[in-house]
């Protein structure tokens, strides 16, 4: 199983991007998919995460308003619509999926905010 960021790069603050996260060898749909970052010389923290078939959403209070996530289940995909962008936004961010018997995570894109 694999799980692919992709999407990240250098945008200016009060930009946007979207990071798109997509699984691959697996057959089934991940029961929970979430985006996570970490930036230097700080703990990885969640961004938001989002669970198949409740249709339910988490958001890290700083993102609220801001970063809206969204899956396309047929696809095994994720994304991060980013907007309203800050300096403090940049980090390496990280996909995750999780399920009653795994927890993969992607190898991370960076997403550099520059003031």
């Known amino acids: 199983v694999q799980l692919v960021e992709s999407g990240g790069g250098l945008a200016q603050a009060g930009g946007s991007l979207r990071l798109s996260c997509a699984a691959s060898g697996i057959t089934f749909i991940i029961h929970t998919m979430g985006w996570y970052r970490q930036a230097p010389g700080k703990q990885r923290e969640l961004v938001a995460t989002?669970?198949?078939?409740?249709?339910?959403?988490n958001y890290a209070d700083s993102e609220k308003g801001r970063f809206t996530i969204s899956r396309d289940n047929a696809k095994n995909t994720m994304y991060l619509q980013m907007k309203s962008l800050k300096p403090e936004d940049t980090a390496v961010y990280y996909c995750?999926?999780?399920?009653?018997?795994?927890?993969?995570w992607g190898q991370g894109t960076q997403v550099t905010v520059s003031s």
């Open positions: 995750r999926g999780i399920g009653p018997s795994y927890d993969y």
């Open positions: 989002t669970t198949s078939g409740i249709i339910s959403t």
